[in-house]
């Protein structure tokens, strides 16, 4: 349950941050902003249920691998988010997707490959 507490408070920040910039976007919305929050509390679900099929001592790595794709992932919504609604784009965006997946592919890889040695 404690592990469910952080991410329900980054989904409450996110939601919060859309909801502010939404209303001061004078009527321009954005789909990847508008659910960055979701992404958030789904990723924290997924997480908390890993945990309680591994032991702690299998999760570090992988914790850190997740963790670090995720905030990829977060940080491409929000400033795909943030630049259609500027009505601009930037040619790097795309890292952020390839990173964010690239980390979260190696964390579950990781935990598998942790998995596969302790059985």
Sequence with gaps: MKKLIPYGLLSLCLFLFQMVYHHF???VVSF???YAWLL???AGLIWWLI???FSHKQLRISANLYHSGLACLITWCLLNGVLEIAGSDSPYL???????????LASLVTLG???KNIV
């Design 94 to 104: 795309w890292l952020y997707l390839l990173f964010g997946g690239g980390f979260i």
């Design 113 to 115: 490959i942790k998995q």
């Design 40 to 42: 958030m509390a789904v």
């Design 32 to 34: 990847s902003l508008q």
């Design 25 to 27: 976007s004078h009527g």
């Design 51 to 53: 945990g309680r099929i």
